[in-house]
């Protein structure tokens, strides 16, 4: 029955529809239609006759069931039409229910398995490869202690001519190397910080035990690579250790492998205390891009960091490497750096423009891919005429695909195959029962799934009644 609560906020809708001359009537074909001439009132001109309160009154009365003689009382017309209606709908929202849950939705979330890699693989930040990196200059060449033992070993000057005799130290694990790095007095702990066991390892048997071949003069070859500085390190600190510990297993006559040892640490001390020479004179002189490539710019720390503390931008640095120019310090940088922060952002939107357009392609390929392969397994049980129409209409609809549809790649796949599955359920919205439950526990996130289910139920039912409803004006 319709109570006169019901009719109270009929009416004021009513009155507000008017207001905008709207007029809501239920299409000829509806199953609604029964329902309506139920609680039909006498016509027009006399209804507009009546105050609101005899019009609810009359409607009330029409839908409440009827008594009879023997004081029972038997359904109204409106109560068996409403009944006809819950018995015709029901069934059919049964078959909904068992649809949506043991076809469509696990087929949903099948496909959404498949392609979740194609947008977890790729990252635009990825594609761009230039960074900024500060010269390495490692906590313990800078402690007193070490700089008084650089002070005190270092040579003068690069070794030219003859170079000593290489004899072959012994084959001991990195593990053990690294135990003598972190041993040595005084600096061990700050020294083994800054260090790996790969990088130890490599140097110890690449320079101790002769596997470098193309190193013929370890004081040019540091002096010139000053990115090396941690193997000068490792060459120095280790040499000194040996000179007066040589670990046993060592080729080689005593003064060969003494005048060798203080070779490698005299030349290795000059090359840090060059290295740290070039850096503090860059600093001085306002430098701050030690050196530069294709995909790295090499900046002096000590005039890095105080550069970003004023206020700096790293995009300008980085902008150096769109453009051929020789700007090498801060005043130079500072200068032109609207100029060069432009160039840059330019190269980060093309590229995540050009990463975007490839992730769509590979997110589009993977649902076509995945949805074919699944279909095949013949999970609607439909005919191959049927089948050939849904595989059709999605390959159609993946045409519209956008980079915005994948950022939610569940949502794109449900709306994807909802709709494909046109051709096997014409009538069912699985696209609207689906994503009602999502949108359920999205607004209430401690319901039940049953909850969740009852909730997107009432969407599905509204939205079917509002579909049987025309507007006109």
Sequence with gaps: ????????????????????????????????????????????????????SEVINDVVGITNKVPVETQEFIPSRYDSALSDIVNTTIPDFQVLLKTVRSEINPFVKALVDSVQHAITSLDPKDLIKTKVNTAVVPDVILDSQFQELLNRFSHSEVVEG??????????????????????YPGIGGLLVKDLGDDLVKEVY?????QNWRGVNNLGH????????????????????????DLPEGSTGSPNEILDHLEYLRGQAGLAIKSYLEKLDKEAQNGIIISSRSNNEIRVNPFTYHGWIKDGGDVEAILGLSLQRNTYQSVEEINEHKEELKSLWQEH????TRTTSDDMVQRVKESLEFNFNHLINEDPFHASEQEYREVTNLFTDLLQYVRQQDIENIHVLTLKLVSRSLTPIYPSLNAELFLSSIDTAFYKYPNITVKEAASIAAIYYLVDAIASDIAISR
Excluded: C
């Design 1 to 52: 029955m319709i109570t006169q609560n019901d009719l109270a906020k009929a009416l004021m809708v009513s009155s507000q529809l008017e207001d905008k001359n709207i007029t809501l009537n239920v299409k000829e074909d509806s199953y609604l239609r029964p329902l309506v001439e139920a609680i039909s009132l006498p016509p027009e001109d006399v209804v507009t006759n009546l105050s609101d």
């Design 162 to 183: 003859e170079i000593p005799a290489s004899p072959v130290l012994a084959d001991v694990d990195s593990s053990v190397v690294m135990g003598w790095l972190a041993g």
């Design 205 to 209: 048997h690449g320079v101790f035990r």
């Design 221 to 244: 070859y540091l002096r010139y690579h000053p990115e090396h500085v941690k193997i000068a390190l490792i060459v120095f600190v280790l040499a000194n250790w040996f000179i007066n």
């Design 348 to 351: 980060v939107n093309n590229v």
